[in-house]
Nanobody
Framework: QVQLVESGGGLVQPGGSLRLSCVAS????????MGWYRQAPGKQRGLVAT???????NYADSVKGRFTISRGNAKNTVYLQMNSLKPEDTAVYYC??????????WGQGTQVTVSS
């Protein structure tokens, strides 16, 4: 059974940084696409960033230049470095993965709160 476990969320002041981590297990295949989505209260879940096994990345316009997604050396790990955080970045961040195509495996989410 595939499991994705996120870590690294928390409370940070505006302008601060956080690094999210996600480890996927339970698949004999490498997840060719991994990424992060987020959902703020009262809003739909939306894209933050994705990365392929080849290193191709895709970012939401709202996080370009502030967030960096990367893959770990270990199979099926992904990170999200978040800098210059803003209150509007407050959300539950979900790690997702797919062997191919759209993300179809999801973690339980980790809360990120940006507040002074």
């Amino acid at each position: 059974q595939v499991q994705l476990v996120e870590s690294g969320g928390g409370l940070v002041q505006p302008g601060g940084s956080l690094r999210l981590s996600c480890v996927a297990s339970g698949s004999i295949f490498r997840f060719n696409v991994m990424g992060w989505y987020r959902q703020a209260p009262g809003k739909q879940r939306g894209l933050v960033a994705t990365i392929t096994s080849g290193g191709d990345t895709n970012y939401a316009d709202s996080v370009k230049g502030r967030f960096t997604i990367s893959r770990g050396n270990a199979k099926n790990t992904v990170y999200l470095q978040m800098n210059s955080l803003k209150p509007e970045d407050t959300a539950v961040y979900y790690c997702g993965a797919a062997i191919s195509g759209a993300l179809n495996y999801w973690g339980q989410g980790t809360q990120v709160t940006v507040s002074s």
